[in-house]
């Protein structure tokens, strides 16, 4: 039997690995295409903190009855350290439609070495 070509179930089988191979691989660099929220949440996190410690360290007299007070991102806003969009909010990187403006931020003042530490609480 001389053939000059290929049956159509053995390009039918090819096709068919073909695709197989195609669906695994895609599969697998999808995930490599995925954004890491996380350290963008962190990130938004860090900058909060560090111009809570710059608000707290311009207005001491937060600290007049106590070492330890709460303060708001809204509040940061308000004052100029933040900047929030349009409507003046702070929105979440990971869901557009939060936003951060009722956050707090505990400030913890340590007056012999004049130093604010702020930390964003969940």
Do not use: C, R, W
Not at 28 to 49: C, G, M, P, R
Not at 69 to 88: F, H, K, P, Q, R
Not at 106 to 116: F, G, I, R, T
Request: proline letters at 1%; hydrophobic letters at 40%; a negative charge.
């Amino acid at each position: 039997m001389d053939k000059l070509g290929y049956s159509k179930i053995e390009i039918l089988i090819v096709i068919v690995l073909l695709g197989i191979v195609a669906f695994i691989t895609i599969n697998k660099t999808s995930y490599a295409f995925a954004v890491d929220k996380t350290e963008a949440v962190n990130e938004v996190k860090y900058l909060i903190e560090i111009q809570a410690e710059d608000y707290a360290l311009a207005n001491t007299t937060l600290f007049e009855e106590t070492d330890t007070t709460y303060i708001s991102v809204d509040d940061l806003i308000e004052a100029g350290y933040l900047i929030g969009n349009e409507d003046g909010l702070l929105t979440d990187p990971t869901d557009s439609s939060k936003n951060l403006n009722d956050t707090k931020v505990k400030l913890e003042y340590n007056a012999d070495e004049n130093n604010v530490t702020a930390t964003v609480v969940d």
